[in-house]
């Protein structure tokens, strides 16, 4: 897996405060035989600190040109203080009354307006300060203490239908990685990750290590 040299500061980088990387994908995969035939793209999407969202914009690789960085900054109207994009370039948030939005960017085939962010659930129902989608859709988010997990997701239905709480260590934040792991740190700043995590049950897992 490419791990890079270093970092570069983009000059037209907004005041971020968290970034989400997703929908990765290859249109044609690399031949060493005819690398300029390469050719993949991906998504970036944040948030400032004052909830403003941006997505990443002309994110592509290209042959043996492997800069992905993109060409600029494209604001989302609407505010969230956290952003999660899948790869389906569909956006899960958190606003600052801690509710959860969602927007279905491959159904609506445009960019979201405000009117396009659809609330996941009753106002106040729950208070998630964090939450994550993996690249299989499924979501996992916390409320700063409780971890829980969106049931009822699947290809029809890629909201879900409720959420369901796993049990766990009091939960600052989490992470579901590409390989269906899930990583949470605890309150007390230990990282933890979900154990017998598997398609059989939809990489929930069984525990905790």
Same mark, same amino acid.
Request: hydrophobic share 35%; with cysteine; proline share 4%.
């Given at each position: 897996?490419?791990?890079?040299?270093?970092?570069?500061?983009?000059?037209?980088?907004?005041?971020?405060?968290? #970034? @989400?990387?997703? /929908?990765?994908?290859?249109?044609?995969?690399? *031949?060493?035989?005819?690398?300029?035939?390469?050719? &993949? !793209?991906?998504?970036?999407?944040?948030?400032?600190?004052?909830?403003?969202?941006?997505?990443?914009?002309?994110?592509?690789?290209?042959?043996?040109?492997?800069?992905?960085?993109?060409?600029?900054?494209?604001?989302?109207?609407?505010?969230?203080?956290?952003?999660?994009?899948?790869?389906?370039?569909?956006?899960?948030?958190?606003?600052?009354?801690?509710?959860?939005?969602?927007?279905?960017?491959?159904?609506?085939?445009?960019?979201?307006?405000?009117?396009?962010?659809?609330? #996941? @659930?009753?106002? /106040?129902?729950?208070?998630?300060?964090?939450? *994550?989608?993996?690249?299989?859709?499924?979501?996992? &988010? !916390?409320?700063?203490?409780?971890?829980?997990?969106?049931?009822?997701?699947?290809?029809?239905?890629?909201?879900?239908?409720?959420?369901?709480?796993?049990?766990?260590?009091?939960?600052?934040?989490?992470?579901?990685?590409?390989?269906?792991?899930?990583?949470?740190?605890?309150?007390?700043?230990?990282?933890?990750?979900?154990?017998?995590?598997?398609?059989?049950?939809?990489?929930?897992?069984?525990?905790?290590?």
């Amino acid at each position: 897996m490419p791990k890079g040299t270093g970092w570069e500061v983009l000059a037209d980088s907004q005041h971020f405060k968290q #970034v @989400d990387v997703g /929908n990765w994908e290859v249109i044609v995969d690399y *031949d060493p035989q005819n690398p300029s035939a390469y050719h &993949a !793209t991906g998504e970036v999407i944040g948030v400032t600190m004052n909830h403003e969202i941006y997505k990443r914009v002309g994110i592509e690789a290209h042959g043996n040109d492997q800069s992905t960085v993109g060409t600029n900054w494209e604001q989302v109207p609407g505010a969230l203080m956290w952003v999660s994009v899948n790869e389906l370039s569909d956006y899960w948030g958190v606003d600052e009354a801690y509710d959860v939005w969602w927007h279905q960017d491959g159904k609506v085939g445009t960019d979201p307006t405000e009117d396009d962010w659809d609330r #996941v @659930d009753d106002v /106040n129902a729950y208070q998630m300060i964090q939450l *994550d989608v993996g690249r299989d859709g499924k979501v996992w &988010a !916390t409320d700063g203490s409780q971890l829980y997990w969106r049931e009822g997701i699947s290809e029809e239905n890629i909201r879900g239908t409720s959420w369901t709480v796993v049990p766990s260590p009091p939960v600052s934040n989490v992470a579901h990685c590409t390989n269906g792991l899930v990583y949470a740190v605890t309150q007390d700043k230990v990282l933890r990750y979900r154990v017998e995590g598997s398609p059989e049950n939809e990489f929930r897992g069984t525990g905790w290590a």
